[in-house]
């Protein structure tokens, strides 16, 4: 999440730009929405909100919306420096 913020990376990197790429929507969502919890560094309040898009991504599957109900998709967040784990409350928008 680090690399991702940055915005001046190496164009050596090709791969890893190509892989950061898929972050975009969150650091969009990021600048005009804001963090779930501001009490958190960036590149940690970046990971939460991309979580979240990559769950809405994953839901815009037609084979899992076809599943919903039966199945139920939910997001943790895992704080490394913390060794803490967080589940996604969808009600209270916060992890």
Known sequence: M????????????P??????H??????????HEGALDRS???????????LLVQLEHL???????????ALRLNGWWFDVASCQMYAY????RLF
């Open 2 to 13: 680090k690399a991702a913020l940055q915005t001046d990376r190496p164009r050596e990197v």
């Open 15 to 20: 791969n890893l730009n190509k892989w950061l």
């Open 22 to 31: 898929h972050a975009h929507a969150a650091a969009f969502r990021l600048e």
């Open 40 to 50: 958190l560094c960036a590149h940690a309040q970046f990971s939460q909100i991309n």
């Open 59 to 69: 839901a815009s599957y037609a084979i899992v919306r076809e599943g919903v109900g």
């Open 89 to 92: 409350d969808r009600t209270k």
